[in-house]
């Protein structure tokens, strides 16, 4: 996906200062990187912000769950670091890491309002937008980070976007509680307070006993082979008494209205949506979800991205993703993995 770094997507109102912002007030260097001399030209500039990109939309998607979303707070940081060198200001920046993180922090934040609004209007559940890569090539890996797992981002969507974006800035990309209360607007102890309550829910709401990238790679494995081949009684061997199925359609595409829980209402699910005349042509392929072993699935008419939570060796949660719209970025492949009906390889 190419990034241009001079068309603009879109611009706000905060214009007495592009690095400031509803919830900014100064902007405070992160010791990340070794502080530079300033580019004199637009074109070393954006060379200069196209070696942060990869890091900032990383930035982003962990505190909204959307690359499209991440996408448009990156361009935007850049609009307001190009605004600063139109202005003559950016020779103050003593850290253009450390700013650009500071400034992207502060728009994601902003950002979660917005998209809390929308997706209170959504149809069905609403699921992050998975970001998958394919197992074997290693420059893919580089570009994840396997902290960020899907059950991860489920979780963060029930903290406030202040607990939410102080977890992601502290305890996935390392900020000190200082450099956080810059990008949130509270004081360090209010930040401390954040933090603490989105690390009692994430824990409460993540693996007590999770699965090595090895162990899950056999259990996603495991539960491929028993669909594929239509064994309920395997596929109940690799479930959790009470794992639960979400589903993400979107309105766009058939989906679950609801998550279900329950291993044999979720296998017979599986296996009767999947095992239906409608699914002549199903295929499935091994993927990466977020750092994570997951498949890509094509069920005949649509294709889905399935996520797993895997905990004390079985699988607690699943999610699919349908929506079309969250499924632009799928990495293009050669051949299927397996066809559904085809039994074991």
């Known amino acids: 996906m190419s990034h241009s770094v001079v068309a603009p997507r879109h611009t706000d109102d905060a214009r007495s200062d592009p690095a400031r912002g509803p919830h900014d007030r100064t902007v405070v260097p992160v010791t990340s990187e ?9 074109a070393e500039l954006a060379r200069r912000f196209e070696e942060h990109r990869p890091y900032l939309r990383r930035l982003a998607y962990s505190t909204l769950g959307s690359l499209a979303d991440a996408d448009d707070v990156v361009q935007e940081a850049w609009l307001r670091l190009q605004r600063q060198h139109e202005a003559g200001t950016a020779t103050g920046i003593e850290n253009l890491r450390a700013w650009l993180t500071t400034v992207t922090g502060r728009l994601a934040l902003d950002h979660l309002g917005s998209a809390r609004a929308r997706r209170e209007q959504y149809v069905g ?11 074997d090539d290693p420059a893919d890996r580089i570009t994840q980070d396997e902290r960020v797992t899907t059950a991860l981002l489920v979780v963060l969507e029930s903290l406030s976007p ?27 102890a209010a930040v401390r307070q954040l933090a603490s309550r989105a690390r009692k829910r994430v824990e409460d709401g993540t693996p007590r006993f999770p699965a090595s990238p090895d162990e899950q790679e056999k259990v996603v494995s495991a539960f491929a082979v028993a669909w594929r081949s239509g064994d309920l009684s395997a596929l109940l061997g690799v479930l959790d008494a009470n794992v639960s199925l979400t589903a993400d359609g ?12 329950g291993a044999e209402l979720v296998a017979k699910l599986l296996l009767g949506w999947y095992n239906a005349p409608s699914s002549h042509g199903a295929w499935g392929r091994s993927v ?8 890509v699935v094509f069920d005949g008419n649509h294709t889905g991205v399935f996520s797993f939570t895997v905990d004390a060796g079985r699988i607690v949660a ?20 397996w066809f559904l009906n085809e039994g074991p390889a």
């Open 34 to 42: 070794k502080p530079g001399p300033e580019p004199r030209d637009t």
């Open 125 to 135: 559940d609403w699921l992050p937008e998975p970001e998958v890569t394919t197992v």
């Open 162 to 188: 202040a607990e939410r974006t102080a977890f992601v800035l502290q305890d996935v990309f390392g900020m000190t509680g200082p450099e956080v209360a810059e990008v949130v607007g509270r004081t360090p």
């Open 250 to 261: 979107g309105g766009k595409v058939p989906a679950l209205r609801q998550s279900v829980s």
């Open 288 to 295: 990466l979800v977020n750092g994570q072993p997951g498949l």
């Open 318 to 337: 699943m999610q699919i993703v349908r929506n079309p719209d969250k499924l632009r970025e799928l990495p293009e492949t050669d051949a299927p993995d």
